[in-house]
């Protein structure tokens, strides 16, 4: 892929190297960083070259026009120096936002009340070609800002949402529909405005199909951890008698329930507690009334599937993941990855190891490993 503005657009940070090069030279890191653990072959997901992100945000800049009065307006990210970069597109989004972005411009630069103090837009698109716009604003909406934004709503066959301090305007829906073909099997997701969803979503099927691929179907149940809106969670309650799954999040478990509607699952529940509550919980330190209708007792747990944030595990999850004899952890920062494991490994061995490249031309990597406990 190329794009006009490699090398000024701090966005793509490995803008001189070919995808093939710097998904290497990603991979060597991370086996020079890892090597002291295992030497075992890594798994690489490799991320398309272009087009692959659903979920994109821009900043928008405005300069009054001085012959027709009006306010033109241009999408913008940061360059190297952290000043403002004018852009007219992005070739690292989906094709549906890409196609969507002048078009969207147009029609809000027809009318003042749409085009002043616009601060953002976010983007947020499905492989089904749902899309959910939301506009940031630094002034208050009112009724005539909602109509003429319902007006581009009907006429763009989008949702939108408006955004300023201590308001959110729902035109239609704050969510957008997603199907997954996982393993030959559909899957249903409700991605709500505001809530994580992973970028990638070809890389993201992938990663769930890594997972379910190196994890036996089980009779015992298995605990997840940070399990968000069930991304990881609805496709691996197929593998497993019942699954417990926590998240502190009201949006995502309010995300996580309407999903395994969606899906018609009922082997799930899931709580709405941090990790190092649920681990205060597990060892009866202190009750919790989220947990009164939920008997923790009757789970019987092999296997812990961990997704954290980028901070990674404390020191009370580290040590419960010790107690499972299958650990899975799916990790956004292989730093923290690399801390957590020094302790993992004094009770587990490392079987599987896999890259996954979510974010092409940058640094950032993401990275899945699976450990087994070791027998005394």
């Known amino acids: 892929m190329n794009c006009k503005y490699f090398g000024t657009c701090a966005s793509c940070t490995l803008y001189d190297k070919t995808y093939d090069e710097q998904l290497n030279y990603k991979i060597q890191r991370e086996k020079k960083r890892f090597e002291n653990f295992t030497n075992i072959e890594f798994d690489i997901i490799k991320s398309s070259e272009k087009n692959f992100r659903n979920r994109a945000e821009f900043r928008v800049w405005w300069e009054k026009d001085e012959n027709s009065k009006k306010d033109i307006l241009s999408f913008a990210m940061n360059d190297f120096n952290k000043d403002i970069l004018k852009i007219d597109s992005c070739s690292i ?10 078009k969207l411009l147009i029609e809000l630069e027809k009318d003042m009340l749409l085009s002043f103090r616009l601060f953002a837009i976010e983007f947020l698109n499905s492989s089904t070609h749902d899309m959910l716009v939301t506009l940031i604003y630094h002034k208050k909406l009112e009724s005539d800002w909602c109509e003429l934004a319902k007006k581009i709503e009907n006429k763009l066959n989008i949702k939108i949402i408006g955004r300023s301090r201590k308001q959110k305007i729902i035109l239609s829906d704050d969510f957008i529909n997603e199907t997954l073909t996982i393993e030959n099997q559909e899957f249903k997701f409700a991605y709500e405005e505001n809530g994580f969803t992973q970028p990638n979503t070809n890389v993201n099927i992938q990663m769930i199909e890594w997972v379910l691929k190196n994890t036996k179907s089980s009779t015992k149940d298995l605990c997840e951890l940070y399990c968000g809106g069930g991304n990881f969670t609805i496709p691996l309650s197929k593998k497993f008698n019942k699954v417990l799954a926590t998240e502190i999040s009201k949006t995502s478990i309010k995300s996580a329930l309407r999903n395994c509607k969606l899906n018609n699952i009922e082997n799930i529940e899931f709580i709405r507690m941090s990790a190092e509550e649920f681990v205060e919980a597990l060892a009866e330190k202190r009750p919790f009334n989220r947990l009164k209708n939920i008997n923790l007792k009757a789970y019987d747990f092999n296997t812990i599937f961990m997704d954290p944030p980028r901070s990674g595990l404390d020191d009370t999850t580290r040590n419960l993941a010790k107690e499972f004899e299958n650990v899975i952890y799916i990790s956004c920062n292989p730093e ?14 490392i079987v599987k190891f896999a890259l996954f490249d979510q974010f092409a031309f940058t640094e950032h990597i993401e990275s899945g490993v699976i450990l087994k406990k070791i027998e005394n």
């Open 93 to 102: 989004v989906s094709s549906d936002i890409s196609n969507l972005m002048p």
């Open 336 to 349: 923290t990855l690399h801390r957590d494991l020094q302790e993992l490994v004094k009770t587990h061995k």
